[in-house]
Structure formats: C-alpha cells, structure tokens
C-alpha cells in the first residue's frame, strides 16, 4: 500500500478539482491547501498554501495551522460574511445572553434585513471599512431615508460589528468606530410639529375607520407614541380604574400609568365590542388592542399612512403645508395641555418624561408670546376632553 507521501495525485486535480491527498491536505491544480474547523462558525475552511509547497511540508504546514486556531494566534472568523456576523449577533441577543429588549432587537433586525445585509451583507467582516459605510449612507440618503433611521441603522450595524469583535472574536475593530463627525446626517426632524387643537383632532377622527381611529385616539388621549400604542393588550386598559398602562417600548421609564379620559374610555370600550363580536379570544387579557385578522399588530408605517389620509380628507392640510403624522397628535396633547394651565411636571407625567426638563426644552416654544392663550381660547371652544 503506498504512503501518503508518495500516493499519486489524481488526474481530475491537474484538471482544476480539488482532491484530498491526506488527511486535512486537498490539492487543486498543482497547489496544496489545508483544512479546519473555523471555532466561531463551526464551519470547515481551506488555507491554500503559497505554490511550491510539497505534500509533506503541506502536512506540517496544516497542523501548525491548526495549533494556530486552536489557541487564538490567528483568526479565521475574518472570512465570516456580515451576513453570517449578522445572525450570530441575534442569534445570541434571542437567547440568555442577550440584553437588548425584543423591541430593540425586532428595530435592529428591520433596519439591518433592509438597509445594511443589501448593500454589505456578503462582504468578508474583516474587509468593511469606514469608506462602506460611508458608501452605505449615501445611498440610504438617496433613497429619502430619514436621518434618524440612517444613523439608526450605522447603530445597528454598531452593535453587529461590536458582537464581532467582544463576544466571538472574528474582528480587531468595530469599523463604525472610524467614522467621522459630519458622515451621518443629522437625526433632528427636518420639519416642525403640527399642534391641532381639539376640534380639529375630532375632526380628523371621524374621517378615520374603526381600524385605526381607536389607535389614532390613544396616541392624542393617552399621550403615546404610535409603537406604545400597537403594543397595548387589553390587560393595560382598566375601564373601573379609569387607567391605562401605557407599556415601555422606549424606555424602562417610559411605562407609565396615565388617565383613561372619558372621549378614550367611550372609543376604546366601543372597539372592545367589536373586537368582540368577531371573537371573544380577541379580548383576552393578553391579546393585542389593535390586530390584524391574523392576530398581529397592523404596524406603525399603516397607522401613520391612516392618519395622513384622514388629516387630509379633514381639510387639516392645505397646499404647502406640512403632513400630519401620528407622533403630532402626541404632540398636540402636549400643547394642549400647557394651554389649559397644566405645568411641565404634570405634562411631563401625562408623557410619562422622566424630567420636566426635557418636556420644558422640547416644547419651549409653546410657552413664547401669546402661542398658550391663542391655544386656550381654541380649547374653550371646542370643549375639551368632555
């Protein structure tokens, strides 16, 4: 039987195919390579070998590179796609380790399957400099992507890179890290709030279906942002109490109970009957208020076109004007809280902001001329929250 070192090499390898002359050792037309198990991904790997090498110094070559990976003085996971980094990292933040709330985690999956994995997602990690992603972001700008969601998506890729490189070890550097002050754009709304008085958010509910004016409700009544809003389930509206609980999707300081006024109590009980009717699963306590037919939330990009249509039929935008989104009826609760003499910690409450500060700094302006009294004497005729 003849040894390994003198076992002759197939035909099929002069011709291009890789062939296995000895354990670990393939040879592809005249050049030796060598394989191992890469440690992060578990997958098998070929290191070709520089040309010359004959089989036996092949051999010797394989093992002293597979001391090598075993004891970490070279690492392989370079070759590991951002695409593959990517799973890893929510692979691990599903599991024990993960220390990200399922909001965020669900946010970083969205904005990295759309925005990052398209434009990088088979690129080697150990090959993604600042100029990619320097790259990336013109093109997310091109697309008419807000800048918040821009740099929300470099710091998605952040916490990716940065699972490369602290937990399995396949980088030496984040390179979001090595980008510089004026890459992203700027996350400040390029636009200004729109505050509607009462009157005017009435009108808009009522150009609005039973879908999503409810949700359109929570987010002027209960003072919530849209995403806090589709997270409710019936567990958090108290109809005895008076309450609803409004669940942190922001911050843990943002859970918060607030006043269930009676304009919500009378919007929200009327779409608990219907919900209902369809089917009395549908108002578990744990089921979701506001669902599809298929029990999933109906989205924020569907609530926010909702609002838009209905504002428009509503005659509350004209030609020029700025679109009301689903964050000003959020907004307008805010302004007309301050109209009706409410101070910044009681709005701050009603915002569930963990300082008045930050209630104060954001909505100043409202404070400035006779803006609270024009806002009051709308409020007076339009009766509010009665």
Partial sequence: MQSERNAPHRTDAKRGFRTRVATGVFL??????VSFADPTTGRGRLKALPVGTNLTQAKAAREQFRVSVRTGEIVVGQRMTVSELAASFFERES????ARSNRTIDLYRQRVNHHLLPSLGRMQVGDVRAQHLRRLVDQLVQRGLSGSTVRGTITAASAVFRHGVRDIGVIGRNPTRDLERGDLPSAKRQTEPRYLSVVQ???LLDRMTDNFRPVAAVCFWGAARVSEALALRWQHVDFEAGTLCIPGTKTAGSEATVPLLPTLQRELSAHRDRQGRKSFACIRPDELLFQTQTGKSPGRRNALRAVQKAAVA?????????PVGAHDLRHSLAANAFALGLSAPEVAALLRHSNPRVTLGFYAGLMEGDVATKLGERLAAGGFGS
């Fill in 314 to 322: 509503a005659g509350l935008v004209q030609d020029g004007e700025q």
């Fill in 95 to 98: 599991g024990a380790l993960g």
């Fill in 201 to 203: 958010v009435e009108r």
């Fill in 28 to 33: 592809r037309a005249g050049r030796y390579s």
